[in-house]
């Protein structure tokens, strides 16, 4: 159960991110969407586990390797942000959401 101080950053984190994303994403994913589905913040509010649902899914290695590689940077725009909110900023965990791509089998199982 996430407290509501965990949901309050946890939902402030994923606007910034979205904001972030729309923003610079054409030069970190090019042809690719991706949306911030939902952030989790540990108790201790210093990680924040950022769920992604990307399109077209076949990219999700590629946006995955991009992330890796450009955490640093959009921890540190996520913390000019945050800076007046937060004392830390949180380090960021991206993980794919793929219950679209689930939803998406059981349909076809269903016809």
């Known amino acids: 159960m996430e407290t509501t101080r965990q949901q ?7 606007k910034d991110i979205s904001e972030i994303f729309i923003r610079e994403a054409a030069g970190i994913f090019p042809g690719t969407m991706v949306t911030v589905t939902a952030v989790r913040m540990t108790p201790d509010l210093a990680i924040a586990r950022v769920y992604l649902s990307v399109f077209p899914f076949e990219k999700r290695d590629v946006v995955m390797a991009a992330l890796d590689k450009n955490n640093r940077l959009i921890r540190k725009a996520v913390g000019t ?12 965990e991206f993980y794919i959401d793929d219950s679209l791509e689930y939803i998406e089998n059981i349909e076809k199982l269903l016809q």
């Open 8 to 14: 309050k950053v946890g939902r402030q984190i994923q």
């Open 81 to 92: 942000r945050v800076r007046n909110q937060l004392k830390q900023v949180p380090e960021l």
